[in-house]
């Protein structure tokens, strides 16, 4: 590979993101290491450099410069107010693979039941810039001050409510607090600084970086699946494949017997295989995946 090839600095989620988005490039296919209490990794690609940083500060670098690419939170490039590209959204977070969201949320005792009853109350966030929007375009006015985090327990005794992100919801549960109103939803934002995504080879890697971390998500919860059936039958099982795409068939070196191939959710093998094997399939096996590119 060339040496004169532009170098990517990439920006990387440091915190809560940290581990799932090293977990992720690995699958797409780059290590990254770090060392403890280090905030420069090692990538094995000698066209990428990085930085982990806090999320809530990425965007705001990838609009300077300082990084040509970044991962952080849609929720803090609206809260920056970051002109950037959105190049593609990944969603996966610490604990799952599904979107979070912006709830206002109050004590389970309170008597506040709308956003309308928060008129000249005191509100703790973090995204205070997108809490004060959402108050205007309800017509409320109240207090909203920014919380360092923990945000969930200064209600009662320091607020009178709180905006925070969550997945489930349990956090809000354990700590009595009832959510009365949704702001948003997030995800994972892969963003590009706009003078670097008009560079043809910084683009041009960016991109195979967005297809690799986005074949990688794809790949989560699937398996490839391989059997072989009587060729006679192959209609019947092709039928039962709930399939990605149409599966591969193949004839095998005995003229009435074929190989079937094909992707398919993990959650369904459990009762695919038993249903297969009744069809008269043999050689069943199933394997994991690291990318499904589509």
């Not at 068939?249 to 003229?255: C, E, G, H, M, T």
Request: with cysteine; charged share 25%.
């Amino acid at each position: 590979m060339s040496e004169n090839k532009p170098l990517i600095m990439l920006g990387l989620p440091k915190g809560s993101m940290e581990e799932a988005t090293i977990n992720l490039f690995a699958k797409a296919g780059w290590n990254i290491q770090q060392h403890a209490r280090s905030y420069k990794p090692v990538i094995d690609d000698p066209e990428l450099d990085g930085r982990f940083i806090r999320a809530q500060e990425v965007s705001r670098y990838v609009e300077q410069g300082f990084f040509d690419v970044g991962l952080t939170g849609h929720d803090w490039i609206l809260e920056n107010n970051s002109d950037v590209v959105e190049v593609c959204s990944l969603v996966y977070s610490r604990n799952s693979n599904v979107k979070s969201r912006y709830v206002l949320a109050v004590p389970e005792t309170s008597p506040i039941k709308k956003v309308e009853d928060l008129q000249g109350k005191r509100i703790a966030t973090e995204v205070v810039n997108l809490t004060q929007q959402y108050l205007k375009d309800q017509g409320v006015e109240a207090v909203v001050e920014f919380s360092w985090g923990a945000t969930e327990v200064k209600v009662p005794d320091l607020v009178d409510a709180i905006v925070d992100i969550t997945e489930t919801g349990s956090s809000l549960i354990a700590n009595n607090l009832r959510i009365i109103d949704t702001l948003f939803w997030t995800d994972i934002k892969l963003i590009a600084n706009k003078i670097s995504w008009e560079d043809k080879d910084k683009r041009q890697k960016i991109e195979n970086v967005a297809l690799l971390l986005q074949s990688a998500l794809e790949a989560k919860n699937k398996v490839g699946l391989k059997l072989n059936v009587p060729k006679q039958k192959s209609d019947l099982i092709i039928k039962e494949l709930p399939s990605l795409r149409n599966p591969t068939v193949s004839q095998l070196s005995k003229s009435d017997w074929v190989a079937i191939e094909t992707v398919l959710d993990e959650s369904v093998v459990r009762e695919i295989i038993p249903l297969l094997k009744s069809h008269g399939a043999e050689g069943i096996i199933e394997y994991p995946l690291n990318k499904v590119v589509f």
